[in-house]
């Protein structure tokens, strides 16, 4: 897993996309093969200039501010948006049952 905080010789805050050009350079990963699963807009908006797909996840997010945050994604640019890890396997038509990560 790599970190805006401590992946880069220097800190840098999304939406700075150096976190994501940093770990698609490190895995050796073409942007347009990775997948981003972002819950704010500052890193959705620095996954789409690396130049991943993003889908914005708002499981996190306090269910009353949900409706907000999910049109914030959508002007963003997200290709998607879901409310749970279980609705985007559904949407990357894996089956199965997944708990939220650590």
Not at 41 to 69: H, I, K, L, Q, Y
Request: proline content about 9%; overall charge negative.
């Amino acid at each position: 897993m790599f970190s805006a905080e401590d992946s880069l010789p220097e800190p840098i805050s999304k939406p700075d996309p150096a976190v994501y050009l940093f770990a698609l350079q490190q895995l050796d990963v073409p942007a347009q093969a990775a997948l981003a699963v972002e819950d704010s807009v500052s890193g959705a908006t620095a996954a789409m200039a690396a130049g991943c797909p993003t889908v914005g996840n708002v499981c996190f997010v306090n269910p009353d501010e949900r409706p907000e945050r999910r049109r914030q994604l959508e002007g963003a640019g997200v290709v998607a948006v879901v409310e749970s890890w279980a609705e985007l396997l559904g949407l990357l038509g894996i089956d199965g049952a997944v708990d939220a990560p650590a």
